[in-house]
């Protein structure tokens, strides 16, 4: 196949990912993890899906497990606003214990090819947004959603629908996330969202991996080291298991960080040679973990994420 200016493009935009943005707006926030505690811990609330919590009661969930911080999910928290919640309850509550309000998850189309699809896209973006701010919140995750199913879709146009997303986030208070997708054939590989992320040259731009997804993408771990850890103000911490293969694996074979074959310790030194400092936000959506008790899910689960940053990073 000739190589094309589009592919040199594409090539040089990738590997000049970590040098070529701008620090984003939020970044002092992770500031104060050191070596000794190099990342934060948060519990993503897919891990307890199956359990059919409340988002206030995932909330007392997390505090009581001793996390750092929640990701929950928008219909999670619309569906306590739309059941007469009050999100400045929450917000206290996670004040008092001091846990952030680390990211949460959205679906808002953003990157579809349809403008008129796209436009309502960034007003549900906007409504999210929202309702990350009122507790607390200064991220969101930013998958591809829309853009799963089709083959070759144009980068260059993601990286402008990525920008157009983030200046929705400006005005909101709120950074979207751009999220790996390995199912995707869309963004499910490394390359792919530092091309995006760097071309769509927006000084807020930054990218929330995921150990499952890489792996599902089929990108290479090393990969990471090419990204600029200042911009991952959010990681996805999971393992998987040798079977399913690669090709059949999918997001119910995730298991608890450490009981798998992820190379977990070089995944979480690397991220932290490249400036990271953020959340390790354990994302799990086992059946098995559905069935048992959410508040031993939780506790095994950042049990198992301290170990192996405690691994990583021994003293």
Known sequence: MPITRRHILQTTAVLTAAHTLQPFTFADEDSDMTAAAPFGFCFNTSTVRGQKLKLDAQVNLVIKAGYDGIEPWIRDIQAYVDAGGNL???RNKLDDANVKMTSAIGFARWIVDDEAERTKGLETAKHDMALVKQLGGTHIAAPPIGAVDI???DLFAAAERYHALCEVGRQSGVIP????WGFSKTLSRLGELAFVA??????????LPDIYHI???????????ML??????CFHVNDYPADPPRSTIADKDRVHVGDGIAPVSKILQMIYDSGCRGMLSLELFNPTYWKQDALQVATEGLAKVKAAVTKAFPQ
């Open 88 to 90: 400045q309850d929450i």
């Open 198 to 207: 760097t071309e769509s040259g927006h000084p807020d731009a930054c990218v």
């Open 215 to 225: 792996y599902k993408g089929g990108s290479d771990f090393a990969g990471l080291a």
């Open 228 to 233: 600029n850890g200042k911009r991952i103000h």
């Open 151 to 153: 083959e070759d879709f």
């Open 177 to 180: 996330q751009l999220e790996l």
